[in-house]
Every structure is written in C-alpha cells, then in structure tokens.
C-alpha cells in the first residue's frame, strides 16, 4: 500500500470542486450512514476490470466506456437503463465484429452524479445562483432554495446508484444480453435508420457464426461467454467525502477498494498532482482514469503516472483524452511520446466530447457529430504515428431519442435542438448517432 496513505488523507490537501455544505454537522451524518451501508462493487470485480483494460494497454482489446453526463434522480427507470445498456451492445457488437478484438464494457453509470464546474455560481437573467453540481448535490431547478447543496442527496446517490447496479446485473446476466438476441438489441427507432440497417447486415452475421457453433456442438444457449456480459460501472470521483465513505478493505488482499464503483476517474479540474482528488485515488486498489486537457505537459502526465501507478500495473491507468477535436493530433503526440518512453504501461482512450462543446444561437450547449469524428481520427492518427494502440473511447449518449448534439446520419441542425432537449448537463449522443460512431470508429480502426 501506498505511503502514508489512509481513506482520509486526501483531507488534509486540498481539495477543488467541493460542493459548500450546509455546516451544521447533516454532511458528517449523512457520510457516516453511507459508511455502514454495504460496498457496492466487489474488489474482486474491481480487479477483473484491471485485468481486462490491462488487454487493453497491451493492444489485445478496446474499451468502451459510455453513458450520461450525469446521471438523474428524476429519470430513473427500467426503461430508461435498458435503453442505454441496449445502444452500448449494440455498439460493442460493432466493434468487437468489425476490429476482432474484445471490446470492454464500462458505463458512465450507477454512480455519476456529481459534476464539476468551471464556475460556482451562474447568471439566469437577473439571478446570481449557486451552480449546479449534479444531482448528488443540489438540484438544477434555477431557485436559490434548490441550488443550495443538501446532504440527503448523498444518501439518495447511493441509493438509486445500488438499485440502478440491481438492474445492470439483471439486465447482463439474466439474459437480456444474450448474443442469441442480437437482433432484439435493434430498437424500433433505430431499426428504420441507415445504421439500424448496417447494424441488421452484422447481426446476420453474428447468427451466422452462432449457427455455425451450434452446427459443431457448441451449445450457445448456456455459454456464459455468448449469453451473459460484463459490464463495469465508473463515475468521476469528485464528492470525496462519499468516496471515502464507501472504501472499504478487501478481506482477501487487505488491499483498499473504492466500491462506489468498478472504476473511478480524476476529471479536467481536479488533476492537481498536490491535490486531494489524486491523493485519494492513488491509495485505491481500483482502474482509475484521469482525464487530460489541452495544458496538460510531458513532465506532467509522467509525473501522474508514477505518481497513480508506481508499481507500473497494467490497466490500473487509462488517460483518458480530451483535447478538441482541431488541436488533437499536435497536442497528444508529445504525450504519447512522453508516456511510452517513461515505459509505463496505460490505456489511451479518447474523450471526444469535452473539448468540442459550444454553445449554439439558441443557447443550447452542443457538439457537432463531425467534430467529435474528428476528434477520434485525430487521435488514432496520433497513436499510429507513435506506434501505441489507441485503446479506446469514453462517450456521452443515451439510449434515448434525444436531440442535444448536431449532425449524424439525421443530420440534426441547430433548429433541432429544442425537440428533445433533455440532459441535465452536457449534451449526448442519441441511440441513432451513437451507432453511427460505432461505425466511424470500427471503419478508422481498420483503415488508419
Ligand atoms: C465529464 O466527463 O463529464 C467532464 C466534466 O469531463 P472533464 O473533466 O474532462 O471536463
Ligand atoms: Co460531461
């Protein structure tokens, strides 16, 4: 275990982005009764995660790691999870048929409900009000009373993040997930569209090839391998008091888990090498991420890397990369560089979301389909040009038929925007845009 590290010690660094709790002792209660509730991973899944990116980070696999900004306490539903689980499979069968390589499953789910802001408070008309820092904290209704952060919503995160993980498990082992259904992943909205069409041609082929097993003898109804999935959960470990309340130590390694999740993530603003949120993450047995802008340096990120993985594990890191999408190439290459010749072994995966947002006529904050491509062909350039595996993709989408980004396959303008405007923070991918990337990405794989 790490020196001098404790579940506690990241308090005496400082620590960005924390919400300003009420101080009257409610945070203290709320954190101690999240502290006697049962862990809600195992470290033993934590650590086949960290096999499975450590494929990754040696070119054998790609990971596909995917899900909403933020996660909702109002929408929160069976439905609303099987669609989004639904668009995930869908998008790893494309991958995974196209690039013949396994593809691993990590949602942005079951836990994401906190969000760091670049301001902590925000102007609507004459209003000056506390930003909103996702549903963990306070609620995104533009009245004072509302934004003000209220500890019982800790205890609500870890409540609807355990029925949600209820339902993951369900949904990927019960048999929703069975290769033999391939077919039924194709929802009806999506089905009518081109990709939903392109997506029908491989999972034909995928029957074929489940046929043809069934011809030799394998029975494909009761492989677990063909009928069941993994499928991790991760958030960003911003709220470390709820971190810290939830890790727990492994009986069998004795070893520290944040079993919040499978994986945690260190966002943009909270990558300080002295800061809090990297002092918590480094004592964590977990796979952790930590995202990478456009200032981070060479000296930095190896600094990072000895710093989150000394005894150099692979698949204990992954960068995760968020440079937008007209910078990406020049900006990631010394990088690369500088990472691969320190030696250490991590996953490249790349963000294409956060750096190619703006805010369009209307006021409506968006991306454009094009530019997050773009992003991604920049970055596999990159990798090919190094001679490191671009290892994967981290996504905003949604199952639903939502309209928040431009452009795809509907090619969705900005008078779109209004129909189904929904996210409760960054704009997603919708179920039809999100196949289609999976397309663009299978295609710049293979070709670049
Ligand atoms: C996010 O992933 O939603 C996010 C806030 O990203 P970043 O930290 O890269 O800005
Ligand atoms: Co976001």
């Not at 069976?78 to 689980?85: F, Q, T």
């Not at 790893?92 to 499953?105: D, H, I, N, Q, R």
């Not at 906190?114 to 004459?126: L, M, V």
Request: glycine share 8%; hydrophobic share 40%; charged share 20%.
């Amino acid at each position: 275990m790490s020196r001098g590290w404790t579940p506690s010690s990241w308090r005496s660094f400082p620590a960005a982005q924390q919400p300003d709790w009420p101080d009257d002792g409610a945070v203290d209660r709320a954190l101690k009764q999240i502290g006697t509730y049962p862990p809600l991973v195992f470290a033993g899944e934590a650590r086949s995660l960290q096999t499975a990116l450590g494929q990754v980070a040696s070119g054998n696999a790609f990971l596909l790691q995917a899900g909403d900004c933020a996660e909702s306490f109002d929408e929160f539903s069976a439905v609303n999870l099987r669609e989004k689980l639904r668009v995930i499979l869908q998008m790893a069968v494309m991958l995974t048929y196209s690039m013949g390589v396994p593809v691993v499953k990590v949602g942005r789910i079951a836990g994401q409900f906190a969000k760091p802001r670049s301001s902590p408070t925000e102007k609507i008309g004459d209003l000056e009000l506390p930003s909103f820092r996702g549903h963990m904290v306070n609620d995104p209704a533009p009245v004072a009373e509302l934004r003000r952060p209220d500890p019982a919503r800790l205890v609500q995160a870890y409540h609807q993040a355990a029925s949600t993980l209820n339902l993951l498990r369900a949904f990927t082992k019960g048999g929703f997930a069975d290769l033999n259904r391939v077919h039924a992943w194709n929802n009806e909205f999506v089905a009518s569209s081109p990709q939903g069409q392109r997506y029908e041609q491989v999972a034909r082929e995928v029957d074929r090839a489940l046929a043809f097993m069934r011809a030799c003898g394998i029975d494909t109804e009761t492989t677990s391998a063909l009928n069941q999935v993994d499928v991790y959960t991760s958030h960003e470990a911003l709220i470390l008091g709820y971190e810290e309340a939830l890790t727990r130590q492994d009986s069998l390694t004795g070893g520290w888990y944040d079993c919040s999740a499978h994986m945690l993530w260190i966002g943009e603003r909270t990558r300080q090498l002295d800061g809090a949120h990297i002092e918590f993450l480094r004592g964590v047995g977990n796979p952790i991420g930590c995202k990478l802008g456009p200032s981070a340096t060479v000296e930095w990120v190896v600094e990072l890397c000895e710093l989150l993985n000394p005894a150099r594990i692979p698949g204990r890191l992954t960068l995760i990369t968020r440079m937008g999408a007209e910078h990406v190439e020049d900006a990631l290459r010394p990088l690369i560089r500088g990472v691969r010749d320190s030696g250490h072994p991590v996953v490249w995966a790349c963000d294409p979301m956060h750096g190619n947002t703006f805010t369009a006529p209307n006021g409506r904050k968006t991306r454009h389909f094009e530019a997050i491509v773009g992003e991604i062909t920049g970055f596999v350039r990159a990798h090919r040009a190094e001679g490191t595996w671009p290892g994967g993709i981290h996504v905003e989408l949604t199952g639903e038929q939502v309209t928040e980004c431009l452009g795809g396959a509907e090619e969705l303008d900005h008078d779109d925007l209004d129909t189904r405007y929904e996210t409760v923070c960054d704009p997603r991918l919708n179920g039809r845009q999100s196949l289609d990337l999976a397309f663009r990405v299978a295609e710049l794989i293979s070709t670049t």
